[in-house]
């Protein structure tokens, strides 16, 4: 018997949390983002009511079978067990690097700032982005520059004195990339991040100084 309603757990090519109506013109109705337009009525209409709020879901159910999306495959996939890692070693991360920075800046050493380049292991638009904003939220390292030729991010570190804090700058970034693939990427990109991390590159963007790594 032929489903009426097809849910993306039983369609892969589905975006998730979607379903698709049968029949011969493809109607899809997409959940998070008639989720975003009943937010985006209830903000237009500025009160939150019930009445404004069943008003936004029809609406949107209704632009969205009129006006459908085509499909695009972003190459996002939603993992529960890895965003849940991710989130915590986020939050981790932020806490002991904010620590970090406060003794370097009030420790009285002066430290020699510079720009690594350090590249990736997944090359699709997504988790480079996706991996750079991670990167750019925790502080102590800031993405100056994404390569997407070569899957290259460039950061800025704030103590590049040793060589050990420099290999610690670039780990920590392929230990984010792989959290980030691992929580939303497709099966073949985990499958990237499971290899050993590429060899960093010894030529970087200069800094203030002009140096770089």
Same mark, same amino acid.
């Given at each position: 018997?032929?489903?009426?309603?097809?849910?993306?757990?039983?369609?892969?090519?589905?975006?998730?949390?979607?379903?698709?109506?049968?029949?011969?013109?493809?109607?899809?109705?997409?959940?998070?983002?008639?989720?975003?337009?009943?937010?985006?009525?209830?903000?237009?209409?500025?009160?939150?009511?019930?009445?404004?709020?069943?008003? !936004?879901?029809?609406?949107?159910? @209704? +632009?969205?079978?009129?006006?459908?999306?085509? *499909?695009? $495959? /972003?190459? &996002?996939?939603?993992?529960?067990?890895?965003?849940?890692?991710?989130?915590?070693?986020?939050?981790?991360?932020?806490?002991?690097?904010?620590?970090?920075?406060?003794?370097?800046?009030?420790? !009285?050493?002066?430290?020699?700032? @510079? +720009?690594?380049?350090?590249?990736?292991?997944? *090359?699709? $638009? /997504?988790? &480079?982005?996706?991996?750079?904003?991670?990167?750019?939220?925790?502080?102590?390292?800031?993405?100056?520059?994404?390569?997407?030729?070569?899957?290259?991010?460039?950061?800025?570190?704030?103590?590049?004195?040793?060589?050990?804090?420099?290999?610690?700058?670039?780990?920590?970034?392929? *230990?984010?990339?792989?959290?980030?693939?691992?929580?939303?990427?497709?099966?073949?990109?985990?499958?990237?991040?499971?290899?050993?991390?590429?060899?960093?590159?010894?030529?970087?963007?200069?800094?203030?100084?002009?140096?770089?790594?």
């Amino acid at each position: 018997m032929k489903h009426l309603i097809i849910f993306s757990r039983h369609n892969p090519d589905l975006p998730p949390f979607s379903c698709e109506f049968a029949g011969g013109r493809r109607r899809v109705l997409d959940l998070p983002l008639i989720g975003w337009l009943t937010l985006i009525w209830v903000m237009l209409w500025s009160t939150l009511t019930w009445a404004n709020v069943v008003t !936004g879901v029809v609406v949107a159910v @209704a +632009v969205c079978l009129a006006f459908p999306l085509p *499909r695009v $495959d /972003l190459g &996002l996939r939603l993992h529960p067990w890895g965003i849940l890692l991710l989130a915590g070693y986020l939050l981790y991360d932020m806490y002991t690097s904010g620590v970090q920075v406060t003794r370097q800046i009030f420790g !009285g050493r002066r430290h020699s700032p @510079a +720009v690594i380049g350090v590249p990736l292991r997944c *090359r699709s $638009d /997504l988790m &480079l982005t996706a991996t750079a904003v991670a990167v750019s939220n925790v502080p102590g390292g800031t993405i100056v520059e994404v390569r997407r030729s070569t899957a290259t991010v460039f950061v800025h570190v704030i103590d590049a004195d040793r060589p050990a804090a420099l290999d610690a700058a670039r780990r920590s970034v392929w *230990r984010l990339e792989e959290l980030m693939v691992r929580a939303f990427g497709t099966q073949d990109e985990i499958d990237r991040v499971s290899a050993p991390p590429p060899t960093a590159p010894r030529s970087g963007v200069p800094d203030e100084r002009g140096d770089t790594v």
